[in-house]
């Protein structure tokens, strides 16, 4: 089968595509509260958030969480996150997004480090699955980068091309994950990191996912 000819966007989920910011920092300041660190604010953590996650924690503490001391707070993150992402919703206007670039004759689809046997009836019970023609989310241990999984995901693509993919992501780590795939990236400041921080990875920085779709339009035909 040859290369599609339409672009190709794969999304993020947390932070992007599902805006779930007073869940983290919820999940966040339980999973420190354990070690007995201040709460942070939305704000702070924008600022300091990285990939892989103890670098993050390591920002916070001045030192690498110990292993158990990690296993301990992702424990609290997740099960404090999954008791609170049922108030968050979808980002204002995905659904038309999603339904404009799938008529338009593109194609998309998501990739999130986010357990994948989570992820996938979330997405479904939003209405919103079709549009994707693959959702990939974490099978493996919490913590790492993006990078090895992007390449996977897009190499069980059939037929999309890397060089016309654009990754919209609201990390960092979606811009280096796309690199390490030769794909392209668009940032989102709605999400984990301060607009600062995001434009430390050398993309295209936008306000909305507007914004990011009509970027990576431009970007698959460049």
């Known amino acids: 089968m040859g290369k599609h000819t339409a672009a190709h966007i794969v999304w993020d989920w ?8 007073d869940a983290i920092i919820g999940a966040t300041n339980a999973a420190f509260a354990e070690l007995g660190l201040a709460p942070i604010t939305l704000e702070r953590y924008r ?34 996150y999954a ?21 338009a004759g593109h194609s998309q689809s998501l990739l999130s480090m986010y357990v994948h046997d989570e992820l996938v009836p979330l997405v479904r019970d939003f209405g ?3 549009h994707f023609i693959r959702v990939d989310g974490r099978t493996g241990p919490s913590g790492g980068s993006k990078a090895e999984h992007m390449v996977r995901h897009l190499a069980a693509l059939s037929g999309v091309d890397p ?3 654009v ?21 989102y400041t709605g999400g984990s990191h301060s607009r600062a921080s995001l ?15 009509a970027e990576a339009e431009r970007l698959a035909a460049a």
């Not at 947390?14 to 910011?21: I, K, P, Q, S």
């Not at 008791?83 to 008529?103: D, F, K, P, Q, Y």
């Not at 919209?168 to 392209?184: F, N, Q, S």
């Open 83 to 103: 008791e609170h992402r049922i108030r968050c919703g979808l980002t204002e206007g995905v659904a038309e997004l999603l339904a404009g670039w799938r008529s």
């Open 47 to 80: 600022q300091l958030y990285c990939v892989p996650v103890p670098k993050f924690y390591e920002r916070l503490m001045g030192r690498l969480p110990t292993h158990a001391e990690w296993e301990v707070m992702d424990e609290i993150f997740h099960r404090y």
């Open 14 to 21: 947390n932070g992007t595509l599902f805006h779930d910011n």
């Open 163 to 165: 060089a016309r993919t």
């Open 167 to 187: 990754v919209i992501g609201d990390a960092a780590d979606d811009a280096v994950a796309a690199r390490h795939a030769g794909a392209r990236a668009v940032l």
């Open 199 to 213: 434009e430390e990875a050398g993309v295209p920085v936008v306000d909305s996912l507007a914004e990011a779709v």
């Open 128 to 130: 919103i699955e079709t």
